[in-house]
């Protein structure tokens, strides 16, 4: 399942390093090429010749090669991952990782890596929960790292609790699964709008609203990692992209929305339309911030926004899918439904202000897809995430 990837494998000095000889066996058993890079304080757990007379490499430890100043390149080896995984990851080394303490080969490798990360954390159950390792693992989230979560049971302490390094079966199941992911959504070019648009008054103000993007981003991010190459349209918002291949379009008003969309609208096969684009707009946009006067009251005047999925609706050619979203208060499947045709789409993701756990600025959602036919699935409460994952699959079913 692994055949032909190159697999960087961190150790570190933690007691659970004398699974990781087991890791290298199942990864090699995969098929995979596997390089050992060694913390000098993993030396004093599992030997390195163990290590390389399993994956056939010489261990890498060190900077250089002490009697013959052969330099290891860091940079190289982040190159040739197809993934890296560190496992057992200890305090210390997620805390230099989440900091860039960049004092020895892993680290300065990680630092190099292009290639996904996987961290398997392993420690001590007070250490394991102690605010800087929860602050220090959930920045390796933030940098888009895999964190592999330590499982509960009896540690090397005695006592019972959370931090055991995972499995290495358990390890090696979530490189598959996150491969086979990756080959999903391969060749596919996907346009994904976000966030709020902001249709400026004068240089101070603006007609907004509460969207905040994060449905947007994470359905970018998951189909990113199904290995689609991903356009991200995305409205003032303070997310940011994670995944390399995520091409990302700031704007700001619906009009500029409106032309980045049609830009990228040829190349692309799959359009989602997350973004809460604001329906109107101010007929006039001042220059200089309009002034309190003593009795009068500003008037605005408003005029209407294109439609940004109607039109890339009336440009659509075989083969390419739109998919819109709804957020709807009452009426809402039969609301939903019009819009699905009106603006020509072919499946329509509707959530409603009444679910609780839906709507602007949550982590979760409860999303209804419609299709043309008006079949409809109903999928209960979940994290933006795993809707964005649902969503993707059931666009790969009516592709
Ligand atoms: N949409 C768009 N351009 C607009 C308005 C909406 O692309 N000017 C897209 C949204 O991104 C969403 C879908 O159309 O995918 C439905 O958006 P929504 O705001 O629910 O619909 P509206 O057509 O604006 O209808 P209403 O506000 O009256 O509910």
Redesign the pocket.
Known sequence: MLKGKHIVLGITGGIAAYKSAMLARLLIKEGAEVQIVMTPSAKEFITPVTLSALTGKPVVSEFFTANTGEWHSHVDLGLWADAMVIAPATACTIGKMANGVADNMLVTTYLSAKAPVFVAPAMDLDMMAHPSTTRNINLLRSYGNHIIEAASGELASHLCGKGRMQEPEVIVNELIAFFNKSQSMKGEKLLI?AGPTYEKIDPVRFIGNYSTGKMGYAIAEEAAARGAEVTLVSGPVSLKAQHPSIKVIHVES?RQMLDACKEAFPQTNIAI?????A?YAPNVQADKKIKREKDEIPVINLVK??????TLGSEKKDGQIIV?????TDNEQS?ALD?LHR?NLDMIALNSLRTPGAGFGTDTNVLTLICKNGFATELPLMTKAEAASQLLDAICRIK
Not at 305 to 310: G, L
Not at 324 to 328: S, T, V
């Open positions: 709008t619906a339309m997350c973004a809460a684009v329906d926004n294109p439609d940004i999925a109607a819109g979203f709804a957020l709807e609301n819009k603006k």
